[in-house]
T-cell receptor
Framework: NAGVTQTPKFRILKIGQSMTLQCAQDMNHNYMYWYRQDPGMGLKLIYYSVGAGITDKGEVPNGYNVSRSTTEDFPLRLELAAPSQTSVYFC?????????????FGEGSRLTVL | QKEVEQNSGPLSVPEGAIASLNCTYSDRGSQSFFWYRQYSGKSPELIMFIYSNGDKEDGRFTAQLNKASQYVSLLIRDSQPSDSATYLCAVKTSGNTPLVFGKGTRLSVIA
């Protein structure tokens, strides 16, 4: 059982480039999330999805886009990368947001924009 | 803006002592409360959750919730060097809203 799988684990981008962070889960979870974590900081929600075809903005959505065409996949698109997007990105999933609402995290993707 | 506040630390305790980690939250409608542990360079992992006032114990860990004071804490008894990590408090409000995380408290257990 793979859980939540993120690719790539590391990536260096130049300013202005674009890329997609991939996230897949095999737990048949309805809810999926993208968080970013800057050094010494907690997790900030970028986007989330409550099911296929439904996405919503989190706290810090600017500069990112998402889609959810299947239950399993929730890719995060970075357009016109900026140094401020240098961070560790975590994808997570949950069966529901009701109690207990436990999140299952991927291993993270470390992105550097130079 | 729903906020979750934690002291960033570092909190240093000697091996075998009790570590006390605290968290306050702003949304009085919050329903569920979670403690995640994150080792350096790793992803967060759930330690405990609590949604009723009072204490909840799981091994060396005890979560305490006081909704009237909007306060949740995590006690770690008999602290071990392997407990050294960042502890993230997360709060869920009503409905389908995602968890809101605090910045985390870095715990260092000194052997």
């Amino acid at each position: 059982n793979a859980g939540v799988t993120q690719t790539p684990k590391f990536r260096i981008l130049k300013i202005g480039q674009s890329m997609t962070l991939q996230c897949a889960q095999d737990m048949n979870h309805n809810y999926m999330y993208w968080y970013r974590q800057d050094p010494g900081m907690g997790l900030k929600l970028i986007y989330y999805s409550v099911g296929a075809g439904i996405t919503d903005k989190g706290e810090v959505p600017n500069g990112y886009n998402v889609s959810r065409s299947t239950t399993e996949d929730f890719p995060l698109r970075l357009e016109l990368a900026a140094p401020s997007q240098t961070s560790v990105y975590f994808c997570a999933s949950s069966y529901s947001t009701g109690s207990p609402g436990e999140l299952f995290f991927g291993e993270g993707s470390r992105l550097t924009v130079l | 803006q729903k906020e979750v506040e934690q002291n960033s630390g570092p909190l240093s305790v000697p091996e075998g002592a009790i570590a006390s980690l605290n968290c306050t939250y702003s949304d009085r409608g919050s329903q569920s409360f979670f403690w995640y542990r994150q080792y350096s360079g790793k992803s967060p992992e759930l330690i405990m959750f609590i949604y009723s006032n009072g204490d909840k114990e799981d091994g060396r860990f005890t979560a305490q919730l006081n909704k009237a004071s909007q306060y949740v804490s995590l006690l770690i008894r008999d602290s071990q060097p392997s407990d050294s990590a960042t502890y993230l408090c997360a709060v869920k409000t009503s409905g389908n809203t995602p968890l809101v995380f605090g910045k985390g408290t870095r715990l260092s257990v000194i052997a």
